[in-house]
């Protein structure tokens, strides 16, 4: 009788992934994954690994250079950081399709911050194209999500094109005010974490070049 109804488990098919062994198949969780591969244009598993970073003295990751580090971070995994396979160097750019441009959000950011600066140190009114609002600021005429780069935030009322002009504002005015160029510029108080992403498929493969190097 046991032998007799165990008889179709030499049809099962043994599967070691989550998704595909436990996950119903028409569960809201396989939907979004294929929605969201739909909209990437790709075939993988579209998941995201998130570094987080947040400042050692418990501050604002808002202040100027941990702004800028965190620029020089993310530019660096994205473009230079590189692990070598097959005896040549790869780097992110040459596989990162979809999500090349992922984390351009905390660079236009940056970029952002610094036009405004350059205005500011000039005596003129802000930009009419540029707004360093959170969530959702204005670069160059462009609307930029920050949301998914910026956490434990505090807002302030954000500034008026004309706020500064006759100011004469100073590097080390900002310092005794304990305030930084992107604080005073945009409508954040303070930043807790700062995020950037890479793709799970970039961590793996880093973690198999380096065991095999």
Known sequence: MISSSSFGMFKIVLRDRIRDGYTPTNAPSRYEMDVLREFWNTS???????VMLTAKDGGSMLRDEYLAEVNRLTSYLMTNHSVTHNKQPVIYENFCSPYCAMNI??????QGVDVERAHLERNEPLSDDTTLSYPVAK????NIHLERNFFGITLKDLPSKNAFVGKNFTADQL????????????NLKFVKVSSFYLPLKLVLFYIHAINAS
């Open 44 to 50: 993988g598993d579209p998941m995201m690994t998130v």
């Open 105 to 110: 959000a905390i660079r236009l950011f940056k």
């Open 139 to 142: 670069i160059d005429g462009f």
């Open 175 to 186: 310092l005794a005010n304990s305030t930084s160029y992107a604080q005073l510029l945009s």
